[in-house]
T-cell receptor
Framework: GENVEQHPSTLSVQEGDSAVIKCTYS??????FPWYKQELGKRPQLIID?????GEKKDQRIAVTLNKTAKHFSLHITETQPEDSAVYFC????????FGAGTRLTVKP | NAGVTQTPKFRVLKTGQSMTLLCAQD?????MYWYRQDPGMGLRLIHY???????AKGEVPDGYNVSRLKKQNFLLGLESAAPSQTSVYFC????????????FGPGTRLTVL
């Protein structure tokens, strides 16, 4: 069926380290892959997205890579800061948008 | 420019009671969505709408109904609430379906006793 798997479910890093979250998807027809950040008690907000015609996209300290052959994509956060602590969701478009289960990132000062 | 708003923010129901959640957006988006968020399960699509007067089922539609009488509003109804419907409900809207950023409302925390 249509699904998105996300790993790890929790991730703890020291401030300044890098964090990587990985997602795999099941439908090779998917062509849009957004990442959302959700702070505690707040709404999810888009932080970066990538379309299938590119392999990598960067925005300051965050980047996303896409491997369409392997059907996986990853979020990379460099020089992590305490304010990066949140739950991160990946998603992929099937008939509808399907979200991963989320990764709780904790950045320790 | 309020974006996406939801009412109420919190609600407690008894099993069997009914309620309606209201979502409103001022971005003139055609597409609107209702999700539920449960611990460890991400966001799951309940129903969505591709325009005024049209609705469709998502991944987990059972026990819910929706209506979109006006382009800016999307209502989610629970006719007979069950404890399994205890969740946080998010409304979202987008310009394009499946190809564009979804803008989320602040969420409604619903508890069914």
């Amino acid at each position: 069926g249509e699904n998105v798997e996300q790993h790890p479910s929790t991730l703890s890093v020291q401030e300044g380290d890098s964090a990587v979250i990985k997602c795999t998807y099941s439908d090779s027809a998917s062509n849009y892959f957004p990442w959302y950040k959700q702070e505690l008690g707040k709404r999810p907000q888009l932080i970066i997205d990538i379309r299938s015609n590119v392999g990598e996209k960067k925005d300051q300290r965050i980047a996303v890579t896409l491997n369409k052959t392997a059907k996986h994509f990853s979020l990379h956060i460099t020089e992590t800061q305490p304010e990066d602590s949140a739950v991160y969701f990946c998603a992929a478009n099937f008939a509808d948008m399907r979200f991963g289960a989320g990764t709780r990132l904790t950045v320790k000062p | 420019n309020a974006g996406v708003t939801q009412t109420p923010k919190f609600r407690v129901l008894k099993t069997g009671q009914s309620m309606t959640l209201l979502c409103a957006q001022d971005m003139n988006h055609e597409y609107m969505y209702w999700y539920r968020q449960d611990p460890g399960m991400g966001l799951r699509l309940i129903h969505y709408s591709v325009g005024e007067g049209t609705t469709a089922k998502g991944e987990v539609p059972d026990g819910y109904n929706v209506s979109r009488l006006k382009k800016q509003n999307f209502l989610l109804g629970l006719e007979s609430a069950a404890p399994s419907q205890t969740s946080v409900y998010f409304c979202a809207s987008s310009f394009d379906r499946g190809q564009d950023e979804q803008f989320f409302g602040p969420g409604t925390r619903l508890t069914v006793l």
